[in-house]
């Protein structure tokens, strides 16, 4: 009985951490009942199927779980493979670590400790599942704080890794009986390795870990970058209209002559025709805002454009920006992202049902703006982030990141929400007032 309970003891460890670093495809009650119907029928699995040979026993059920997390949860299959690898790596080297050291303190054999009739296999139990707690704890910890999404190469690496940390510490347990009949000295040895390997695969996880925040940082400034990037093609925009809007109005005194002796002449049609030939061109070039910020005339003028030219109906509500105290750059890492991707939602959606609705207003020493957008696609959240639905997800699905760091820099304040498909952000940043 108390085999049943360590066995769900470690399966609701394994699927705790695996809700913790995926994404899973339910939610809610159903999410939960669905977790729980896993960690039980893992658990019934382990305990009722009876193997001689250990390797085929981690074989069988580390594919088991490999198969069920696959269906429950969304991210690259080798993403779970690393998973499954790691977490089972984990349990025999919790084992063989906690086996060891007791049969040395005690000076019994190894499977006295293991399966033997007195308390040694109680106290092994709780000494393997106390090291396998304290492991999972310290990987869900430190994994929490690296993105999953970087290319292959890196996973198909450590999943060779961890398999073979696997097999050297699945053919240790194999042999360790075999080797204490010659002599307890081994007992040491064994332990001493397999401390060895744990160290090891700290330090393999950490440097991995490492890989993947170097590369995380990487994408975020590449990201940076392309918004940098944008913003001076949205100035050059934005100072190219107003250039050639004043070529224009430099040319209006002979428009109008010309208009006059037309219809001087009483050529009233070509003069209406003259007349809207002109009104069309300034209106092609006029801004449409101008909230008294370039950068922002910049970005809500680019955008503007975008929108005229894929049929979205915009719906902006602009008072007068004062200057406010963030860098161009995180200006445009902030509206870029959040006009971007409601384009984006756009696009998805019939032309009919195409939108943006933003309001920017000053309130309480901050400069305030609502964005509302409609979408049809399922929204993905975890850990309070957005996560990109797009295929490739190497450089997508830092939108968010984006923008609530470049927010969190000025302590400045940013919120999303979504209900009956419309997306809504709210930004605030702080005003720089007049030292006067």
Not at 140 to 167: A, D, H, Q
Not at 415 to 426: E, I
Request: aromatic share 14%.
């Amino acid at each position: 009985m108390l085999e049943c309970v360590f066995i769900l003891f470690e399966s609701t460890l394994f699927y705790w951490m695996t809700n913790h670093l995926l994404n899973c495809k339910f939610t809610g009650k159903k999410k939960m009942a669905i977790l729980v119907s896993a960690v039980l029928a893992e658990s019934f699995l382990v305990e009722f199927i009876s193997l001689q040979t250990l390797t085929v026993r981690v074989l069988l059920f580390a594919t088991i779980s490999l198969v069920i997390i696959h269906i429950l949860f969304k991210e690259h299959f080798l993403i779970k493979l690393f998973l499954v690898l790691l977490s089972y790596y984990i349990f025999l080297i919790s084992d063989i670590i906690a086996g060891n050291l007791m049969s040395l303190v005690c000076n019994v054999h190894i499977e006295s400790v293991v399966s033997g009739t007195s308390c040694f296999p109680i106290m092994f139990l709780i000494i393997s599942k106390t090291i396998t707690l304290f492991l999972f704890l310290s990987y869900v910890r430190f994994s929490k704080k690296i993105s999953f999404y970087i290319p292959v190469k890196y996973w198909v690496s450590m999943n060779l890794i961890i398999g073979s940390f696997m097999v050297i510490i699945n053919f240790f347990m194999s042999i360790n009986g075999t080797l204490q009949d010659e002599s307890s000295y081994y007992s040491m040895q064994i332990l001493g390795i397999s401390t060895y390997f744990l160290i090891l695969s700290i330090l393999t996880i950490y440097f991995f870990g490492e890989i993947c925040l170097f590369y995380q940082k990487e994408q975020q400034r590449y990201a940076l970058e392309l918004n940098n990037k944008a913003l001076e093609q949205q100035v050059v925009f934005q100072e190219a209209s107003v250039s050639y809007l004043r070529k224009i109005r430099h040319d209006i005194q002979s428009n109008l002559i010309n208009i006059a002796f037309l219809m001087k002449e009483n050529h009233i049609e070509e003069s209406i025709k003259y007349i809207n030939a002109i009104t069309s061109t300034l209106e092609m070039t006029k801004s449409i805002t101008c909230c008294g910020n370039k950068y922002l005339d910049a970005i809500l003028n680019f955008t503007t454009a975008l929108c005229k030219k894929n049929h979205i109906d915009m719906r902006f509500t602009i008072d007068e920006a004062p200057e406010v105290s963030v860098a161009p750059i995180d200006l445009s890492a902030v509206f870029s992202n959040v006009l971007n991707n409601a384009i984006d939602a756009n696009l998805t959606l019939n032309e009919a049902d195409r939108y943006i609705s933003l309001k920017m207003f000053c309130y309480k020493n901050y400069l305030s703006v609502i964005v509302k957008n409609p979408y049809n696609h399922t929204i993905n959240e975890k850990d309070g982030l957005l996560i990109t639905n797009k295929k490739d997800k190497s450089f997508h699905g830092y939108g968010v990141k984006s923008i609530r760091s470049s927010v969190d820099r000025y302590g400045g304040i940013f919120k999303y929400s979504y209900k009956d498909n419309v997306f809504t952000v709210m930004i605030m940043l702080p005003i720089t007032l007049n030292s006067d």
